[in-house]
Every structure is written in structure tokens, then in C-alpha cells.
């Protein structure tokens, strides 16, 4: 999988190639220069508000679980889950996180209910992986109860109905 820097310089690159292409067929009126300076300052927009995405979401976690702060190694797989998945659901990267256990004997699932994030949620509950629901951190919490702890009633609901079944 191509990590964020990657995928900036092929967008790039293809950007580049597209206008070229453009350019000396004649389907654009204005300058390739213009465009292409256009498309790289999107480019780097996207970049930065996915990056600030990211960072509210750990801020967002390591406010709710204090513990994985003290933790360096917790630390550092959040670090690596944010930067290899980017929140992206449907990646083969994702497959690896799903039994992830960190400090607390906190799951993945834990911290995705915990922080309301109700995508990553359903993808956890349905993918191949052992993602047990009802799996109890060192203070017998579940991930259903840390989603009513942060109020976050759609992720409630969809743990309700998932344990239901």
C-alpha cells in the first residue's frame, strides 16, 4: 500500500501527464501552468485536511483513554494504525488492526465505539477477523459500554443490534 507521500507525488505526476496531454490536443483555453499550479495547491489542501482529520481523531482518543498516553507502545500503534489505514475502512491494511490489543487490554473496538467512530465500527464487526464485542478491557468495560460513557448513540445502536443477533 502506498503510504500518503506516495500517492501525493503519483497525483501529481498524473496531473502533469493530464495536462500535457490536454495541452497539445488544444481542449484548454487557459494556461497549462495555471492548472497545474491549480491542481498542486488542491493536491496540497487535501493532504493537510486529511492530516488534520487525523489529528483530531488522536486527540479524540487519547482524551478518552488517558491510558494509552502513558503507554509508549500503545502510543506509537495508534500512531502507525492512523498513518497505514488513514481512517480508509475498505484497505487490506485494515485487516491487520482488528485484534489489535492495546494498554488496558483495550481492543480496537474499544476505541472506535469509544470515539463514535460508527464506520470504522461496522467495518470492525463485519470483517473475517475474531472481533469479539463483548471483549472486556482490565476494568470489565466493553466497547458497548464506553460508547454509552461518550454518548455516542450511533454507535450504541449498531453494537445493540450486532450483539443481538
Known amino acids: 500500500m502506498y503510504n500518503t507521500t506516495m500517492k501525493t507525488i503519483l497525483g501529481v505526476i ?4 493530464l495536462i500535457a496531454a490536454c495541452n497539445l490536443s488544444g481542449v484548454f483555453i ?14 496540497i489542501f487535501m493532504q493537510l485536511k486529511r492530516k488534520k ?21 500503545s502510543r506509537h500503534l495508534i500512531k502507525k494504525f492512523l498513518q497505514d489505514v488513514e481512517w480508509d475502512c475498505h484497505s487490506q491494511e485494515w485487516q491487520k488492526w482488528t485484534v489489535l490489543h492495546l ?34 478491557d482490565d ?21 445493540e443490534k450486532y450483539i443481538k443477533k
Open 30 to 43: 487557459i494556461g497549462p501552468g495555471r492548472l497545474c499550479l491549480f491542481g498542486v495547491l488542491f493536491l
Open 14 to 17: 498524473i496531473l502533469i501527464l
Open 53 to 73: 482529520q487525523n489529528t483530531s481523531f488522536e486527540t479524540k482518543i487519547y482524551k478518552r483513554f488517558p491510558i494509552l498516553q502513558t503507554d509508549e507502545y
Open 139 to 159: 476494568n470489565g468495560l466493553t466497547p458497548l459500554d464506553y460508547a454509552k460513557k461518550f454518548n455516542e448513540t450511533e454507535v450504541i445502536k449498531l453494537l
Open 103 to 136: 494498554a488496558g487490554n483495550l481492543t480496537m473496538l474499544h476505541i472506535m465505539a469509544g470515539i463514535g467512530n460508527e464506520e470504522a465500527t461496522t467495518e470492525l464487526l463485519s470483517t473475517d477477523t475474531e472481533v469479539d464485542p463483548n471483549a472486556q
